[in-house]
């Protein structure tokens, strides 16, 4: 159960075009989804703190502009990151905190971004 | 702030020896603490979780880690290790205060040699 599932697992895009992100939950409702950034052989960095139906809450540094967050739905968070660069290339993965579990985490398989 | 140190960077060690990884957290009034373990280009799974109750938490693929207040640490073990541990290790930390976000530590790439 609390499965996130994450698409896509790899895109490559040109530089100066945007590239979405879906993170759905199958089996529960995610009224909270992070989003994180990971270089290689670095840790988890947050972006930013979604809750279903209101704006993202986004950590000190990374431009809101850039990497839009939409939560509009339970079962459904994305993120968006506008007019990519090649700085943008990452690792970024989302994670769900499971409605009514504070303690329930549980983490996309993560979408590999190159932007060329 | 919430924040968590991973004393270790890497850790070779060869296959069915003992392994530990350390990690320490900043001090709260109330902290749930988790281990995580990533494979290259995946995501990340579980390994064990405190939230509270008894310190010495047992969690999946025979790791364990146990809870430790005073010194604010929370170290994950397990007695033999297999090549297929060979993997990125994450301890994070979580705080009511800063709204259940999950903060990480720097991670542990554990080497398994046989």
């Known amino acids: 159960g609390a499965v996130v599932s994450q698409h896509p697992s790899w895109v490559i895009c040109k530089s100066g075009t945007s590239v979405k992100i879906e993170c759905r939950s199958l089996?529960?409702?995610?009224?909270?989804m992070f989003w994180y950034r990971q270089f290689p052989k670095q840790s988890l960095m947050l972006m930013a703190t979604?809750?279903?139906?209101?704006?993202?809450?986004?950590e000190q540094g990374v431009e809101k502009d850039k990497f839009l967050i939409n939560h509009a739905s339970l079962t459904l968070s994305t993120l968006t990151v506008t007019s990519a660069h090649p700085e943008d290339s990452s690792f970024y993965i989302c994670s769900a905190r499971v409605q009514d579990s504070y303690y329930g985490y549980t983490f996309g398989s993560g979408t590999r971004l190159t932007v060329v | 702030a919430q924040s968590v140190t991973q004393l270790d960077s890497q850790v070779p060690v060869f296959e069915e020896a003992p392994v530990e990884l350390r990690c320490n957290y900043s001090?709260?009034?109330?902290?749930?603490l988790f281990w995580y373990v990533q494979y290259p280009n995946q995501g990340l799974q579980l390994l064990l979780k405190?939230?509270?109750?008894?310190?010495l938490v047992k969690g999946i693929n025979g790791f364990e880690a146990e809870f430790n207040k005073s010194q604010t640490s929370f170290h994950l073990r397990k007695p033999s290790v297999h090549i297929s541990d060979t993997a990125e290790y994450f301890c994070a930390v979580s705080d009511y205060n800063q709204g259940g976000k999950l903060i990480f530590g720097q991670g542990t790439e554990l080497s398994v040699k046989p």
């Open positions: 089996d529960f409702q995610a009224t909270t």
């Open positions: 405190y939230l509270s109750g008894s310190t």
């Open positions: 979604s809750n279903e139906g209101s704006k993202a809450t986004y």
């Open positions: 001090s709260s009034v109330s902290v749930y």
